[in-house]
């Protein structure tokens, strides 16, 4: 039989003066900007400089302000005359409210923690970078300064936050914070060239391999990729959780493949066994409870005393597992699957730890072999449990290229190959015709093409949802017309699949997101004759997607001429005047002459 095509995939998959340089930074953790005091009656302004700050022969020019390009730091001690430096608190284990951005583009996993994703409500972080290595674009704020040298500031009227810096050079600056919503959802790149290659991979790289337990102190709370710490009280044992993964040519399984914290996959490895008939009751990896006879510790610090119970988060088994016996020739009740689900709240750590088991019946013969599958899911604490059934979003809202379309049929969703957003593939295969009549034929390969039952709406975002309908749009489809055939011993078959997809990009220039306008199928069809000997027929399925966005044009002022005359324009009219029109005849015309001449020019600017 054909090998599907591609098709849809499931919705669970599926004006400061010009020497001044703003200094674009992420507010720094040594301190945190303020907003300076106004004094009674005073005004909103710019920083005023202190006149004797200007030096001798200034004469009342701009101050020469600050130019260092490095990013300045805060200092502790400004004066009492200008913005107070204030020091926050260190991090704690407390309920705060998470950065508010319009919308998270890196939360693509409902209600689990994305890792990096430090805008992800779900991971209850207040200092998500305590336990991420860096956040992802989109994911915080960025903000600009505007500094000048500290000694040319006397006092502040400005209404923004402001606070006393130091630069590299150790030169205090007073900067200004300038709203510059621009600068968020965008990072500079880093340049790398020969010169810094080095340095940089010496300041940010680490060790290929480190050791399972640190050398210092352990940490107050699990970070992304740490291993998970368990305790065997029988034993008094302190060791890791384990996720066994396949190496080596034949995927055979290592044990001591530790599983990371908040990192959820799936590896699957095979086992053999020289003679599976003693192997099936004394194997520990055959047996369920081998996977939760222990504690998980509920942060790393727990190993300091692991037999306190409020570090312990005891391993809950969702359903009975039998143990492995033997009987006859058969070795019942092996593991073949083992999937743990391991709730986290934040920087608090692990709160809870279940785990299932699918099992299997093997014969035993000589070389008996199969293949075991372990999955790890981290998920937030106390999620609904409507959101741990939703897959990974497809892009928050707007599409990521690459990520899976989503697709609805009737509100089901069925496991095809992936239709990845913004990528134009083809795939084909060969189709065995059945003896079967034209119509039943035709069927089953419109079904064959387009999957059964056919996708009938496909989501608009990445992060459609299924249950509200304005999230989804119908898919256009136009079978082959068969109208215009007339051969009565002809039966008319669809041979190709194209799906076109039209997107555009909608909202802010400057953060952009894809989204799906409409879809449609289009099928060519070819006829076959019944008298031919016809046993296969070659199928083809065409994805392409067509950017429709239309970028409007931008803005564009007209200037506008605002002529000021001199306050003493009019003052030889009223010299004139005063002086009497028979004795000032001469000065009267050429004053005359005068303003039509500044008329005249006037007229031919304005044209």
């Not at 509920?298 to 143990?323: C, H, R, Y």
């Not at 089953?444 to 990445?462: A, S």
């Not at 008298?531 to 296969?536: I, K, L």
Request: aromatic share 10%; net charge neutral; with cysteine.
């Amino acid at each position: 039989m054909c090998t599907y095509p591609l098709v849809l995939l499931q919705v669970f998959f599926l004006m400061v003066p010009k020497d001044v340089r703003p200094q674009p930074s992420s507010s720094p953790a040594e301190a945190v900007p303020t907003p300076s005091d106004l004094g009674p009656g005073s005004s909103p302004a710019e920083a005023v400089p202190t006149p004797s700050d200007l030096g001798p022969g200034s004469q009342g020019g701009t101050p020469q302000l600050s130019k260092g390009t490095e990013t300045p730091w805060a200092v502790p001690g400004s004066s009492t005359m200008g913005p107070t430096v204030l020091t926050p608190s260190a991090p704690g284990n407390r309920t705060v409210d998470l950065p508010v951005l319009p919308i998270c583009v890196c939360d693509l996993t409902p209600g689990a923690c994305d890792i990096n994703c430090c805008c992800d409500r779900d991971c209850y972080l207040l200092h998500p970078r305590t336990v991420f290595s860096f956040c992802l674009p989109g994911s915080v704020r960025s903000s600009s300064w505007v500094c000048v040298d500290n000694s040319l500031i006397f006092r502040s009227n400005s209404p923004f936050p402001s606070r006393v810096l130091m630069d590299s050079n150790g030169v205090r600056q007073f900067c200004v914070h300038v709203n510059n919503s621009k600068l968020n959802y965008f990072q500079e790149l880093q340049k790398v060239n020969a010169t810094n290659f080095q340095a940089l991979a010496t300041e940010f790289g680490g060790r290929s391999f480190t050791s399972t337990f640190p050398t210092q102190s352990p940490s107050p709370f699990y970070r992304a990729g740490d291993p998970i710490l368990t305790y065997f009280s029988q034993w008094s044992v302190i060791s890791l959780l384990r996720q066994p993964a396949g190496v080596g040519a034949w995927g055979l399984c290592a044990e001591n493949n530790p599983a990371g914290f908040l990192e959820s996959k799936s590896t699957t490895c095979a086992r053999f066994f020289k003679n599976l008939a003693d192997s099936c009751t004394l194997d520990p990896a055959l047996n369920p409870a081998s996977y939760y006879n222990f504690t998980v510790l509920k942060i790393p610090i727990g190993m300091t005393d692991p037999q306190n119970m409020k570090f312990q988060v005891p391993v809950t088994l969702v359903s009975e597992a039998g143990s492995p016996r033997l009987a006859g020739n058969t070795c019942e009740n092996v593991v073949s699957q083992v999937i743990y689900e391991i709730e986290t709240n934040g920087t608090f750590g692990i709160q809870k730890v279940f785990v299932s088991f699918g099992q299997t019946n093997l014969t035993v013969e000589p070389g008996t072999s199969f293949q075991q599958q372990f999955i790890i899911r981290f998920r937030a604490f106390q999620q609904s449990p409507a959101a741990s059934l939703l897959g990974p979003r497809s892009g928050n809202p707007g599409y990521i290229v690459g990520k899976p379309l989503l697709s609805l049929t009737d509100d089901i969703s069925h496991a095809r190959h992936k239709v990845q957003f913004g990528v134009n593939a083809m795939s084909g295969c060969k189709f065995r015709l059945k003896k079967l009549d034209c119509s039943h034929l035709q069927q089953e390969i419109y079904e064959t093409l387009h999957g059964r039952p056919r996708p009938e709406h496909v989501g608009i975002f990445g992060n459609a949802d299924p249950a509200q309908k304005g999230e989804w749009t119908r898919i256009f489809s136009r079978n082959c017309s068969v109208s215009a055939m007339h051969c009565t011993s002809c039966c008319f078959i669809p041979v190709s699949l194209e799906i076109q997809v039209l997107w555009a990009y909608i909202g802010l220039q400057s953060n952009p997101q894809a989204h799906v306008s409409r879809a449609r199928f289009l099928y060519q069809c070819q006829s076959i004759q019944d008298s031919q000997q016809v046993t296969e027929v070659s199928l083809t399925t065409i994805v392409t997607f067509v950017d429709i966005t239309q970028k409007p044009e931008p803005p564009r002022g007209h200037p506008r001429i605002d002529w000021k005359l001199p306050f003493d324009f009019f003052f030889p009219f009223k010299v004139a005047f005063s002086k009497g029109m028979d004795s000032q005849k001469g000065s009267v015309s050429l004053i005359l002459i005068l303003c039509i001449l500044l008329l005249g020019l006037l007229i031919l600017e304005t044209k």
